[in-house]
């Protein structure tokens, strides 16, 4: 084409952005004119995935649209659509903020106006679920519909207007994971109560869940539904047991009806708080990092007046929208009551040392934390048989022997085995390469641009008890290549760095050096002829080196590995495209397969049996260049976008490959 663009069609939904100021509606049928990206995503949040599980994989950030004609849309999704947005400006018009845009999170599930720090102190004190519509907001207005048609329709019409009516509030909200699985339960139980079913909790909470995943499997992934599921299964677990604990407990300090006047109270204020985050803590560490040591004094300051401040609140909204004076009649109680409610969360937030921050969490340990919930679990209810022998049958003595199995296991698979391995880790778009020696030590060549995709990396390879590595080796100074390896190395730090390409190139390299010295890490220059010695005749050669960075040749026996990591063009010049190496086993391609640093002469001379690539998906430079993909036509070619990790195991003699993904 001319423009220099490969246009390709594509089908699917599409994110796309316009600036504000448009008047477009539901039903609005659009041209948008704009680039297509792929979502972005980084080290605290993954936008891309978060679309991908709406079925939403492509982004246009500054699309140009252009409305074509009006009225497109479904009629029942206008009419609610519509109703949302009156809402909205009706709460806005009752309320100052920022009580009103907490108020439009909890009534309609519109947080945009809330400010970040306000969500920051409700994650902090553990009472982000007030915010959040769930199944506490569906069961309020469950109730209340039931009550209110079952009077005006009797039984049975009561209980179908309260399922549409539920249904329908499920879609002003935004129809979110946490909102549906609470819906489908809230009508689940209305249902059973019709045909005189017993209502099981549990049965309710699985059959919800099933539904949703047959209708969307991505929504397992969703951080609001995997939190509205293990909290309501906490509440069906715990809270009657944990209720029942608490009066035996009281009983015997206590008149009895005093523990009865007492139950209920405690219960709503600490003991459901305390089932719900029983078997959330799993998910709150793994996708949040961070564990609230204050949201069992901050919960019940604030949950008391919550089913005060929704119903209020609402009935102000309903009133406002039929007439903004009735409104205001209920406006100032449920305005004091989100007043307190803001002002206590932020005091409570205040408390120093109130959030543990953990840092990245792995799966296996979300799993290992399921694990021992569910041993104590059936532990505490008496199926801890009386002898040895039946003790290695309990749930938590085969949890502990499935824990040391794994450390046995993972010791003996990191114990040295005599080869020497290469991994190509998944890090985006920079370089990261993991090597593994045949005496058992490792070495870490540049790391890319992510924190947590290296010391995921890493942390999943190096064995627990070593976390150190023995050599560093700085390839390229640019930011793609360093900037994960000042956080990192405080983790893993290394014994010597090899440097090589100029200090102050990027801030990413600046750091990194300031970290080396200030922890002494010993640095030495990269020089042409500079080898590691690897252990068993393997070592690590250095075959250039220049501003940009170094060629690094790994060899052992017959097997030879290029990693041409600060390739140039002087450089290229110098080893005359190749032919001064010779043909190599396994071959890096230099800055992510761009085009003018491995040309065709250069692969032609190195003729090597296998081509890694280290490229992110949907690369905003548009790498790799087709002219390097025309020029691998007949190479065996793999790619940590497509593959993931590669590994490469090597006796010396033959090498065998393996990838993440095939």
Not at 237 to 244: C, D, G
Not at 308 to 322: E, K
Not at 396 to 411: D, E, G, I, Q, Y
């Amino acid at each position: 084409p001319r423009d220099g663009v490969r246009h390709t069609p594509v089908r699917g939904l599409v994110l796309a952005r316009v600036d504000p100021g448009g008047d477009w509606q539901y039903g609005d049928r659009l041209t948008l004119t704009g680039l297509l990206e792929t979502p972005p995503e980084d080290e605290a949040f993954s936008y891309r995935d978060y679309l991908a599980r709406q079925g939403v994989y492509s982004y246009m950030p500054r699309a140009r649209a252009a409305r074509l004609e009006p009225g497109q849309g479904n009629p029942l999704l206008a009419a609610v659509y519509r109703l949302k947005q009156r809402a909205l400006s009706t709460v806005y018009q009752l309320y100052p903020d920022p009580e009103a845009s907490l108020l439009a999170g909890i009534l309609l599930g519109v947080e945009t106006g809330i400010t970040p720090e306000l969500k920051d102190a409700f994650r902090d004190t553990g009472t982000a679920h007030i915010v959040a519509i769930s199944g506490f907001n569906i069961t309020i207005v469950a109730a209340i519909f039931t009550s209110l048609f079952g009077r005006l329709l009797g039984k049975r019409g009561g209980a179908a207007l309260a399922i549409i009516a539920i249904s329908l509030y499920t879609l002003l909200v935004g129809a979110d994971a946490a909102v549906v699985r609470a819906a489908l339960m809230g009508a689940l139980v209305i249902l059973a109560r019709q045909i005189n079913r017993p209502q099981s909790g549990l049965n309710a909470l699985t059959l919800a869940a099933a539904i949703m995943a047959f209708a969307n499997p991505r929504v397992l992934w969703d951080a609001g539904f995997q939190l509205s599921f293990a909290a309501t299964l906490g509440l069906l677990l715990y809270a009657e047991p944990l209720t029942n604990a608490f009066r035996g407990l009281a009983s015997r300090y206590l008149p009895r009806s005093t523990v009865q006047r007492l139950t209920p109270t405690v219960s709503e204020l600490f003991l459901l708080t305390l089932a719900a985050q029983i078997t959330t803590l799993p998910v709150i560490v793994y996708q949040f990092q961070r564990i609230s040591l204050i949201s069992f004094l901050a919960n019940p300051l604030v949950l008391p007046v919550q089913p005060l401040v929704m119903i209020l609140g609402g009935l102000a909204v309903l009133l406002g929208l039929l007439a903004l004076p009735l409104g205001k009649l209920l406006a100032l109680p449920a305005w004091v009551l989100t007043a307190y409610t803001i002002r206590a969360v932020e005091w409570m937030a205040k408390i120093p040392g109130g959030v543990a921050v953990l840092g990245p969490v792995t799966l296996p340990v979300v799993v290992l934390l399921f694990g021992i919930i569910a041993g104590l679990t059936l532990a505490a209810r008496g199926r801890r048989p009386p002898t040895w022998g039946r003790a290695l049958a309990s749930p938590v003595s085969l949890l502990v022997l499935l824990v040391l199995a794994a450390l046995t296991w993972r010791a003996a698979l990191s114990a040295p085995d005599g080869q020497l391995r290469l991994t190509l880790l998944d890090v985006g778009p920079g370089d990261a390469l993991l090597i593994r020696t045949p005496t058992g030590r490792w070495a870490l060549i540049d790391g890319g641009p992510s924190t947590l995709a290296l010391s995921n990396g890493l942390g999943r390879r190096i064995p627990p008890g070593q976390r150190q590595l023995d050599f560093l080796i700085v390839a390229a100074t640019g930011e793609q290549n360093l900037a994960a390896l000042p956080r990192v190395v405080e983790r893993f730090p290394p014994a010597s760095v090899l440097w090589s390409g100029l200090p102050n190139r990027s801030a990413a390299s600046r750091r990194l050096q300031e970290t080396l010295i200030a922890s002494q890490t010993p640095i030495i220059t990269a020089q042409p002829g500079h080898a590691l010695d690897l252990g068993r005749g393997a070592a690590l050669r250095v075959l250039a080196a220049s501003k940009t960075g170094a060629v690094l040749l790994l060899e052992w026996g017959n097997f030879r590995a290029l990693l041409p990591i600060g390739l140039d063009f002087d450089t290229l010049d110098a080893l005359r495209m190749g032919k001064a190496i010779g043909p190599v086993s396994v071959l890096l391609l230099a800055q992510n397969g761009y085009a003018a640093v491995n040309p065709p002469a250069w692969i032609a001379n190195l003729r090597p049996q296998l081509v890694l690539l280290s490229v992110d998906a949907g690369n905003r430079d548009g790498l790799p260049s087709p002219e390097t993909l025309a020029a691998l036509q007949g190479y065996n070619l793999l790619r940590s976008d497509q593959n993931g990790w590669i590994e490469i195991t090597t006796d010396g003699k033959q090498m065998w490959v393996s990838a993440e993904k095939r």
